[in-house]
C-alpha cells in the first residue's frame, strides 16, 4: 500500500465515490489523466483495499420498506463462540443492512428495514429474540434520513 495517497489518487477516490459509473475515458478526463495511467491508477486503488467494491445506491423507500429502525442489542454471554454465532446469523438476515459491534451499555447495534411498524415488530419477535444470546432488545425509529450517503473523506486534510 502507498504510504500516502496523492492529489490524483484523491481525486480518483472522490471522483468513482460520488459516481462509480465513470467510464476510465471520463474518469481520466476529470482527473487530467490519460486513460492508461488512469486504469493503472485505479488498479492499484482497488489491489491496495483503498477500494473494497463498487454498488448500486438503492431506495427502501422506492422498494416499499417505510421503517428503518436502529436495534441495540445486550448480550447475555460475551464468549467468543456466542459472538461468532450471533455475527454469523446476523450476516443472513437481509433486512439488517448494517451491524456494528459498539461499547456502551449495548454489545451491537444494529440498522434495520422493514415495510412497516406491524411487520418491523413480527420480525423483533420472530427473529431477532431467537438470535443466539441475545438478552436486551432496544429499537428506535427514525423519522427521517438527514444525511443517508456514506462518503469517506478523502481530502488532502482527513487523510
Request: charged share 25%; glycine share 4%.
Amino acid at each position: 500500500m502507498p504510504s500516502t495517497l496523492d492529489r490524483t489518487d484523491r481525486a480518483l477516490l472522490a471522483a468513482l465515490q460520488d459516481n462509480a459509473r465513470l467510464t476510465v475515458s471520463e474518469l481520466a478526463d476529470q482527473v487530467s489523466l490519460t486513460t492508461s495511467p488512469c486504469w493503472r491508477r485505479v488498479k492499484l486503488l482497488e489491489d491496495n483495499g483503498y477500494i473494497t467494491g463498487y454498488q448500486a445506491i438503492l431506495s427502501p423507500k422506492s422498494l416499499g420498506f417505510g421503517v428503518t429502525a436502529f436495534v441495540s442489542i445486550m448480550m447475555d454471554s460475551h464468549t467468543k463462540d456466542m459472538a461468532l454465532a450471533f455475527e454469523q446469523r446476523l450476516l443472513e438476515i437481509p433486512e439488517i443492512v448494517a451491524c456494528h459491534n459498539i461499547s456502551g451499555r449495548y454489545d451491537f447495534l444494529l440498522e434495520i428495514l422493514a415495510r412497516d411498524l406491524e411487520s418491523f415488530g413480527e420480525f423483533t419477535r420472530e427473529v431477532l429474540q431467537r438470535l443466539p444470546g441475545v438478552k436486551e432488545i432496544y429499537s428506535s425509529f427514525s423519522y427521517k434520513a438527514v444525511k443517508e450517503r456514506r462518503v469517506i473523506p478523502v481530502s488532502e486534510k482527513h487523510i
